[in-house]
């Protein structure tokens, strides 16, 4: 079990873009071509985003990615926590847990000392020490954003 970051030339790259594609289609309204661009263009830089793969046995499991902004422009708030997504017959395995852990940790080694997430759900990310800031509206609908604080208080 790893969990890897994944450039454009990853082997699971494009399965992860399937994946975003067939979340946000919909949702977002945004075509294969947006999405497979956003990624294509900014995952070989220095800066966020940052996209991550669970993978066992060269399974991927789940993925999650580490944003800027994500859909909220407000630059007091980054990096986001975003994407967290782990595929329907390996879900309610703690999976989830170990993603939100992992992008803890990177948070921490690229010099935050908060991560933020933006969600829908109610008494989910709580339980991964995430602390309910405010609601926002977007235009993808109203969100509650989150945020955790990453060092320890003295």
Same mark, same amino acid.
């Given at each position: 079990?790893?969990?890897?970051?994944?450039?454009?030339?990853?082997?699971?790259?494009?399965? /992860? *873009?399937?994946?975003?594609?067939?979340?946000?289609?919909?949702?977002?309204?945004?075509?294969?071509?947006?999405?497979?661009?956003?990624? $294509?263009?900014?995952?070989?830089?220095?800066?966020?985003?940052?996209?991550?793969?669970? /993978? *066992?046995?060269?399974?991927?499991? &789940? $993925?999650y990615s580490l944003e800027a902004? #994500? #859909?909220?422009?407000?630059?007091?708030?980054?990096?986001?926590?975003?994407?967290?997504?782990?595929?329907?017959? =390996?879900?309610?395995? &703690?999976?989830?847990?170990?993603?939100?852990?992992?992008?803890?940790?990177?948070?921490?080694?690229? &010099?935050?000392?908060?991560?933020f997430l933006h969600s829908h759900?109610?008494?989910?990310?709580?339980? =991964?020490?995430? $602390?309910? /800031?405010?609601?926002?509206?977007?235009? =993808? &609908?109203?969100?509650?954003?989150?945020?955790?604080?990453?060092k320890k208080k003295n």
């Amino acid at each position: 079990m790893a969990i890897i970051q994944i450039n454009n030339n990853n082997r699971y790259f494009q399965e /992860i *873009i399937n994946i975003y594609y067939q979340w946000w289609g919909n949702i977002k309204k945004l075509s294969y071509e947006e999405i497979l661009s956003r990624y $294509t263009n900014t995952l070989n830089t220095q800066t966020l985003p940052k996209l991550y793969a669970l /993978i *066992i046995n060269d399974t991927l499991i &789940g $993925t999650y990615s580490l944003e800027a902004k #994500d #859909d909220i422009d407000n630059e007091s708030y980054t990096p986001y926590l975003a994407n967290v997504y782990i595929k329907e017959k =390996y879900r309610h395995q &703690g999976y989830s847990k170990l993603l939100i852990q992992d992008a803890k940790n990177k948070s921490i080694s690229l &010099g935050y000392n908060t991560l933020f997430l933006h969600s829908h759900h109610l008494n989910y990310y709580e339980k =991964y020490s995430f $602390t309910f /800031i405010k609601e926002v509206s977007t235009k =993808y &609908g109203n969100k509650r954003i989150y945020s955790c604080s990453l060092k320890k208080k003295n």
